[in-house]
């Protein structure tokens, strides 16, 4: 029982040891993140940029409703890549909350940058009344070796 153990216990410590040798360089993981904030709402979101393959994983997501004004706030990433300029889906903060947040991940091909829209939205007409983006997150990855 003793040998057994004490193999068992080998294994997991050279595991732990090998694993990051072995892990690829291309797999390599970084990250930007930026936030919209305003006197009715702010906005965050924070994107791990992987390669191998491309993504956007992960991402964190918030969102907060800071006003009674008869607006939801909504908030949507927008990426520039190899596949063009995409505007993904609204996230909205639920009616009836202040805030809201969302872990999420993307692969998209390859993305020069991405930023996003923190909006206000009309309650009954759901109606986008203005956004506010964030500064822009550029893909922390050189590509011009490719």
């Given amino acids: 029982m003793r040998l057994k153990s004490s ?12 694993t990051p040798l072995i892990a690829s360089p291309a ?29 956007l994983d992960p991402i964190q997501i918030t969102a907060q409703d800071r006003a009674t ?18 505007v993904w889906s609204m996230r909205t903060v639920p009616s009836g909350r202040t805030s809201a947040s969302w872990s999420t991940h ?4 390859w993305i020069d940058n991405a930023y996003f829209e923190v909006c206000k939205i009309g309650a009954g007409s759901g109606v986008i ?7 822009v997150m ?9």
């Fill in 7 to 18: 193999l068992v216990a080998t294994a997991a410590a050279l595991a732990t040891v090998v």
């Fill in 27 to 55: 797999a390599a993981a970084s990250g930007t993140e930026a936030t919209v904030s305003t006197n009715s709402y702010y906005g965050r979101m924070a994107i791990g940029w992987r390669l191998n393959p491309y993504r």
């Fill in 69 to 86: 004004d008869g607006y939801v706030v909504g908030i949507r990433l927008i990426t520039n890549g190899e596949n063009g300029h995409k």
């Fill in 106 to 109: 993307l692969q998209a091909g």
């Fill in 129 to 135: 009344a203005s956004c506010e983006s964030s500064a």
């Fill in 138 to 146: 550029p893909n922390p990855f050189d590509d011009s070796s490719m």
